[in-house]
């Protein structure tokens, strides 16, 4: 994980990767908007209705959590429950190693990305394969996602393509077709030799106990038909309360994220293989994970547990456009994780305080969002935790003396008036080199500290 500030690692983006993501985000923002405005007479009330949805859950998410489980049981779903990382990676190698599975075939999951697991099974000789074409590319790269719905958003086909010779998936070809025909022909023999499949959630029905999963490439139909297992490993947040609001959350989910109309599979999974159906796994899991959602719950930025992952957010915000997501030093990039990754990485806070400064507050997100999440607020929220509990964070090191200047009248006064001493400083006795460098093309108007407090007296008087 990149370890640099969102600016110093901005600054040292290759020209083309900034240019990827960049182009690739404003490209399904326009298209987001067209969608919209053209399928719905008022996108904006649907999106407050969906974020009242899931505001609502999340207030009774104790209840809702409770029924979603009686009704997984009562499809023939066995449930677990993991408080942290930790712990789910444990429950999930154990149920893997308990049927002797060596080799898995996964679908894309951000939870699963969240507790680092295909690691963790690779380090207990578990063979674990990305069968999401983009997380495909990322795991033969040895890379990490830098968007929730595109993880390649920061590579060009003459990346990937190299990478594809590299690996010997065929000589070098940047034919998109060709790259995705090669993909397929690969993962098919890894469909067929897997024990079991692993996949996220999008959604569970707390009326139904139905598990929503979309997909664009059928990948997750593939990783569950030929296998005996299926393990969904699913965050507590992605409970809605009935069958009927799917309808709203795949409206938008699909086109906040990809501007669809429909994602091209959605799977609504009622449980094992029914003795009537001639394939799937005759084994379900669905292990509900925590790790920190429930002290988020417990913030006054709870609000971010409505999201529904679209990445909407990432494509519109000019910040992530600039930095990418790798820039976030966490799962979760762009404004969502700008917020989520400090509060889910709990005592480690300090270590992720500078990300919620690492915006304009221009509001870009929050008109995008499919839960209308108000991620500028919650940014804010953030910022004063962090001044709160001391965090320094790399911005606010400039700051810090501002800040000292612009609280103390009297200091500000003095400052103001002694720094017309700058107007008699000649350029070459500056102390900073790129200031010299700039001034030796420009002329500086004079330097009129106070002048402003002097005429507002005047004006006060008169
Ligand atoms: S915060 Fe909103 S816009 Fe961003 S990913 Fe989540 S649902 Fe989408």
């Given at each position: 994980?990149?370890?640099q ?18 182009a ?52 023939g779903?066995?449930v ?48 674990c394969?990305?069968t ?96 005996r ?65 429930s002290?988020?719950?417990?913030t ?17 915000c ?19 994780g ?5 509060l ?50 790399p ?34 006795a ?18 009129r ?14």
């Amino acid at each position: 994980m990149n370890p640099q500030p969102i600016d110093r690692y901005a600054e040292t983006l290759a020209r083309e990767t900034r240019d990827s993501v960049s182009a690739s985000a404003a490209i399904t923002t326009e298209k987001r908007v067209d969608i919209l405005a053209r399928d719905f007479p008022d996108p904006d009330g649907l999106r407050r209705l969906a974020g009242q949805i899931k505001q609502h859950t999340l207030e009774h998410l104790d209840d809702y959590l409770a029924k979603a489980v009686r009704a997984l049981r009562d499809n023939g779903v066995v449930v677990h429950f993991a408080a942290d990382a930790e712990e789910a990676r444990k429950l999930i190698l154990g149920l893997l190693s308990e049927r002797g599975v060596r080799r898995v075939v996964k679908s894309k999951s951000m939870a699963t990305e969240e507790i680092h697991l295909n690691d963790h099974l690779a380090a207990h000789g578990i063979d674990c394969v990305e069968t999401d074409l983009g997380e495909f590319i990322v795991q033969i790269d040895g890379d990490t996602p830098s968007h929730i719905v595109r993880p390649i958003i920061h590579k060009n086909r003459r990346e990937i393509a190299r990478s594809f010779e590299a690996h010997g998936l065929g000589d070098y070809d940047d034919d998109p077709e060709t790259i995705t025909r090669r993909a397929r022909i690969h993962l098919r023999s890894k469909y067929m030799e897997s024990d079991a499949g692993i996949t996220g959630g999008n959604f569970i029905s707390a009326e139904s106990g139905r598990v929503v999963l979309v997909t664009n490439e059928g990948n997750a139909r593939f990783s569950m038909a030929p296998n005996r297992l299926h393990l969904a490993l699913i965050g507590i947040e992605k409970i809605v309360p009935r069958d009927r609001d799917l309808a709203v959350f795949l409206n938008l989910l699909a086109r906040s994220a990809t501007a669809q109309q429909l994602t091209v599979y959605t799977q609504f999974i009622n449980g094992p293989r029914a003795s009537t159906q001639p394939s799937g796994p005759e084994e379900m899991h669905v292990v509900l994970l925590d790790n920190g959602r429930s002290r988020v719950l417990a913030t006054d930025c709870r609000e971010i547990l409505r999201c529904i992952r679209c990445g909407a957010c990432q494509n519109v915000c000019p910040v992530y456009r600039q930095a990418s997501g790798h820039a976030y030093r966490a799962v979760y990039g762009g404004p969502v994780g700008a917020v989520l990754s400090p509060l889910l990485a709990g005592e480690r806070f300090s270590d992720l305080a500078d990300l919620p400064k690492a915006s304009t507050l221009c509001g870009a997100c929050r008109e995008v969002c499919p839960v209308d999440i108000p991620i500028p607020d919650l940014l804010l929220r953030l910022r004063a935790r962090a001044k709160e509990e001391g965090v320094r964070t790399p911005a606010s090191i400039p700051m810090a003396p501002f800040a000292t200047l612009a609280t103390s009248p009297a200091l500000w006064r003095t400052a103001m008036t002694a720094s017309r001493a700058m107007n008699h400083l000649p350029t070459a006795a500056l102390p900073v080199k790129p200031l010299r460098e700039w001034l030796k093309l420009r002329t500086l108007p004079e330097w009129r500290g106070g002048e402003f407090r002097k005429w507002m007296k005047k004006r006060k008087q008169s």
